[in-house]
């Protein structure tokens, strides 16, 4: 089975706190793609980052860092010094290799106080 | 460059009613996504088209949904005889073409309520 795991509803946070959102996934595809997106208060889905299977180095985009570990089957995404900004609702993702759709997690709702 | 848009933003409709969800992808993406955003059940998956091959209709819900893409562009997902469970945010995404790891970009969604 292939699944997405999410286990964080909500975060709230105070701004400039560094916060790390949680994803565990489940699949027994080899090659695999993961993905987090940005679900803001407008409702428009902004991608983040894809991350292929074969590559484990984590990336740093500017107050984002993800952690891709096929150990424990994690993808975690951590915001550095917080902002207003960042609140939002985060959706990490698993691509299937057969149709290329998209299975969620449920997301996390963050919220970043001033 | 225009991203992908749907019509309408807002849609209320009466139980039994049938409606129509458009969705126009970026220009010149290939693959086509329809999904669905619901309090109880989070994202799913519903419909891929890519190219003019045969659309994947394994994520619809039920026979009352169907899709079509005219032209390679254009989708339209029809929803017949509207139950009040069928009343959620419809979000369409395209991507440059269907091959693993392009990412997928989504339209603004189209919030259906069913009264």
């Known amino acids: 089975a292939q699944k997405v795991t999410q286990a964080q509803t909500e975060i709230s946070v105070v701004e400039k706190e560094d916060v790390t959102l949680d994803c565990v996934y489940e699949?027994?595809?080899?090659?695999?793609?993961l993905f987090w997106y940005k679900q803001p208060p407008s409702g428009e889905l902004v991608f983040l980052i894809r991350r292929n299977s074969f590559d484990e180095q984590n990336e740093i985009s500017g107050r984002y860092s993800w952690n891709f570990q096929k150990s424990t089957s994690s993808f975690n995404f951590t915001i550095t010094a917080s902002q207003v900004v960042d609140s939002a609702v985060y959706f990490c993702?698993?691509?299937?290799?057969?149709?290329?759709?998209?299975?969620w997690g449920a997301g996390t709702k963050l919220i970043i106080k001033p | 460059g225009a991203g992908v848009s749907q019509s309408p933003s807002n849609k209320v409709t009466e139980k039994g009613k049938d409606v129509e969800l458009r969705c126009d992808p970026i220009?010149?993406?290939?693959?086509l996504y329809w999904y669905r955003q619901s309090l109880g059940q989070g994202l799913e998956f519903l419909i891929y088209?890519?190219?003019?091959?045969?659309?994947?209709k394994s994520g619809l819900p039920s026979d009352r949904f169907s899709a079509e893409r005219t032209g390679g562009s254009v989708s339209t997902l029809t929803i017949q005889r509207t139950q009040q469970e069928d009343s959620a945010v419809y979000l369409c995404a395209s991507s440059l073409e269907g091959r693993q790891g392009h990412e997928q970009y989504f339209g603004p969604g189209t919030r259906l309520t069913v009264t």
């Open positions: 699949t027994r595809d080899t090659t695999y793609y």
């Open positions: 993702a698993l691509e299937r290799d057969s149709n290329y759709q998209l299975i």
């Open positions: 220009s010149g993406h290939t693959a």
């Open positions: 088209f890519q190219g003019n091959s045969a659309p994947d």
